[in-house]
């Protein structure tokens, strides 16, 4: 009954939701909106799960004195001490002048915006070591980043016209063909696992090996 | 410079040389060439000048301060531009980091265009949930966002009057920094509720975007910071993202040459080296 009862579960949920999503009617648009709604909840309880696991490991991870672990202790003291200020500022951390904003503006922000820039260095890094051009496709994919890269910004155009045209062709034709054949493979992919759930084939999501 | 001592090069060089070429440029600006903007962000500008002074626009911010970079000066040049064709803006987010941007860029254009919060545009903040959340709003938009970012019930808030769901709005206007964002906008709501869609993306994830733009279900798309330039052209308000076009145009060209340097450097001495790629 352990595995049986989620699969019903399942099975009847994803079932309604198909059918729900093509009939009009009142009762049945009422529930799915309730439905949807508990699916909100759920999704926002997991937030709640993620701190506490977060926590549970980092703490753990102090306590043994394992490596890195003045650093997992500034991540505990970050969260607790953004979270106390969040709730005690309660409706008012939204306000320009909040100290929640602060903490926003003055840490987090900079600090998510650093380890985006951080890619430029590593790209550069990359380009000089490991993009080796020793084969027909290779050279093709490098012809191929050259066009982009500076197709992409004005100093292409500067350099001749032909490149931002080409970089366009080159987005607009051959690259749209093959994203298109990966997103429909991708969407057939995702009905054909959405079915398998559905009908209780796909056990990983209940902690089993899967079919 | 031979190239053993170009395989032995100190990568902190590289990093030095990519720090010179951004921050040089920032400071001191080039215009190494003009901003010449392409028919995709020409579509974006259009998809908003096309409908009507004073219809109401869902500006979904849907990024945070990681790809500030390249989203919040699209952002900011769509809420410039939203403002001066004195459309009602309804903005939000789907990123939990993403609110303060968003008021950020809100607080910004309504100073320059005289507009007042509640009555020309509302923050409804951040709600959980995902594509959950595009689908719960086709169904009620107050029912989704019973309050705004600032906690004021939706039902006191003027520009929220008569607002139930995508039928009311006449363009949605997302900027995107990938899951959830512009793809899902399209699935949940573009082909389900037929609400006409423009995206402003991050430069990486823009190609995933190119089959939705050439089937008509984007009028518009901005890829990345040059994107963003273009847009920034066409609304008349050369900004952060026009700025940083040199920067970008010098690092882009050094990558370039890193490639060409680094094969150069590690060139197989001999035939029979085994085949590679990138």
Same mark, same amino acid.
């Given at each position: 009954?352990?595995?049986?009862?989620?699969?019903?579960?399942?099975?009847? @949920?994803?079932? +309604?939701? !198909?059918? =729900? *999503? /093509?009939?009009?009617?009142?009762?049945? #648009?009422?529930?799915?909106?309730?439905?949807?709604?508990?699916?909100?909840?759920?999704?926002?309880?997991?937030?709640?799960?993620?701190?506490?696991?977060?926590?549970?490991?980092?703490?753990?991870?102090?306590?043994?004195?394992?490596?890195?672990?003045?650093?997992?202790?500034?991540?505990?003291?970050?969260?607790?001490?953004?979270?106390?200020?969040?709730?005690?500022?309660?409706?008012?951390?939204?306000?320009?002048?909040?100290?929640?904003?602060?903490?926003?503006?003055?840490?987090?922000?900079?600090?998510? @915006?650093?380890? +985006?820039? !951080?890619? =430029? *260095? /590593?790209?550069?890094?990359?380009?000089? #070591?490991?993009?080796?051009?020793?084969?027909?496709?290779?050279?093709?994919?490098?012809?191929?980043?050259?066009?982009?890269?500076?197709?992409?910004?004005?100093?292409?155009?500067?350099?001749?016209?032909?490149?931002?045209?080409?970089?366009?062709?080159?987005?607009?034709?051959?690259?749209?063909?093959?994203?298109?054949?990966?997103?429909?493979?991708?969407?057939?992919?995702?009905?054909?696992?959405?079915?398998?759930?559905?009908?209780?084939?796909?056990?990983?999501?209940?902690?089993?090996?899967?079919? | 410079?031979?190239?053993?001592?170009?395989?032995?090069?100190?990568?902190?060089?590289?990093?030095?040389?990519?720090?010179?070429?951004?921050?040089?440029?920032?400071?001191?600006?080039?215009?190494?060439?003009?901003?010449?903007?392409?028919?995709?962000?020409?579509?974006?500008?259009?998809?908003?000048?096309?409908?009507?002074?004073?219809?109401?626009?869902?500006?979904?911010?849907?990024?945070?301060?990681?790809?500030?970079?390249?989203?919040?000066?699209?952002?900011?040049?769509?809420?410039?531009?939203?403002?001066?064709?004195?459309?009602?803006?309804?903005?939000?987010?789907?990123?939990?980091?993403?609110?303060?941007?968003?008021?950020?860029?809100?607080?910004?254009?309504?100073?320059?265009?005289?507009?007042?919060?509640?009555?020309?545009?509302?923050?409804?903040?951040?709600?959980?949930?995902?594509?959950?959340?595009?689908?719960?709003?086709?169904?009620?938009?107050?029912?989704?966002?019973?309050?705004?970012?600032?906690?004021?019930?939706?039902?006191?808030?003027?520009?929220?009057?008569?607002?139930?769901?995508?039928?009311?709005?006449?363009?949605?206007?997302?900027?995107?920094?990938?899951?959830?964002?512009?793809?899902?906008?399209?699935?949940?709501?573009?082909?389900?509720?037929?609400?006409?869609?423009?995206?402003?993306?991050?430069?990486?994830?823009?190609?995933?975007?190119?089959?939705?733009?050439?089937?008509?279900?984007?009028?518009?798309?901005?890829?990345?910071?040059?994107?963003?330039?273009?847009?920034?052209?066409?609304?008349?308000?050369?900004?952060?993202?026009?700025?940083?076009?040199?920067?970008?145009?010098?690092?882009?060209?050094?990558?370039?040459?890193?490639?060409?340097?680094?094969?150069?450097?590690?060139?197989?001495?001999?035939?029979?080296?085994?085949?590679?790629?990138?």
């Amino acid at each position: 009954m352990k595995r049986e009862i989620p699969i019903v579960i399942t099975l009847v @949920a994803g079932l +309604f939701m !198909l059918i =729900a *999503f /093509f009939v009009p009617h009142p009762q049945v #648009r009422n529930l799915y909106e309730d439905m949807q709604n508990w699916a909100i909840v759920v999704v926002g309880c997991t937030y709640v799960l993620g701190v506490a696991n977060l926590l549970r490991i980092n703490l753990r991870q102090v306590s043994r004195r394992e490596r890195d672990w003045p650093f997992k202790l500034v991540l505990i003291a970050g969260l607790l001490v953004t979270m106390a200020v969040g709730f005690s500022e309660w409706t008012h951390y939204t306000d320009v002048d909040s100290r929640f904003q602060w903490i926003y503006g003055t840490f987090y922000s900079p600090m998510t @915006a650093t380890m +985006f820039s !951080l890619l =430029a *260095f /590593f790209i550069a890094s990359a380009a000089f #070591r490991a993009f080796r051009i020793r084969s027909v496709e290779a050279m093709l994919l490098a012809i191929a980043a050259f066009i982009l890269m500076l197709g992409r910004v004005p100093l292409g155009a500067a350099i001749h016209p032909a490149i931002p045209a080409a970089a366009d062709w080159l987005m607009e034709i051959p690259q749209n063909a093959a994203k298109r054949g990966i997103l429909i493979g991708a969407a057939l992919g995702v009905m054909a696992t959405g079915i398998r759930v559905i009908l209780g084939l796909e056990k990983t999501y209940g902690g089993g090996d899967g079919a | 410079m031979s190239p053993d001592s170009l395989r032995r090069l100190d990568r902190r060089w590289i990093f030095l040389a990519v720090a010179l070429l951004v921050i040089l440029p920032l400071l001191f600006n080039f215009h190494i060439a003009p901003v010449q903007p392409s028919n995709r962000a020409r579509g974006f500008y259009d998809a908003i000048e096309k409908i009507p002074e004073g219809s109401v626009v869902l500006l979904a911010g849907d990024y945070d301060p990681g790809t500030a970079a390249e989203n919040y000066p699209m952002h900011l040049a769509a809420a410039r531009q939203l403002m001066r064709r004195n459309m009602k803006i309804i903005a939000m987010a789907l990123y939990p980091a993403g609110p303060p941007l968003t008021d950020q860029v809100l607080r910004i254009a309504a100073r320059e265009y005289h507009k007042r919060e509640s009555v020309d545009y509302v923050n409804l903040g951040y709600k959980v949930g995902n594509e959950l959340v595009m689908s719960q709003m086709g169904q009620s938009i107050p029912k989704t966002f019973p309050v705004d970012n600032r906690g004021v019930p939706v039902g006191q808030i003027p520009i929220m009057k008569g607002i139930q769901n995508f039928q009311q709005i006449r363009l949605l206007v997302n900027i995107s920094a990938g899951y959830p964002g512009t793809k899902e906008w399209v699935q949940q709501v573009v082909s389900r509720f037929h609400l006409p869609m423009v995206a402003g993306v991050t430069a990486v994830s823009a190609p995933e975007y190119y089959p939705y733009l050439q089937a008509g279900q984007l009028h518009g798309l901005l890829g990345g910071m040059a994107g963003a330039a273009e847009y920034e052209v066409l609304v008349g308000a050369p900004a952060l993202a026009t700025r940083g076009m040199d920067a970008q145009s010098l690092a882009h060209a050094f990558i370039a040459f890193m490639i060409v340097l680094g094969n150069l450097a590690f060139l197989p001495k001999g035939k029979g080296k085994g085949k590679g790629t990138s």
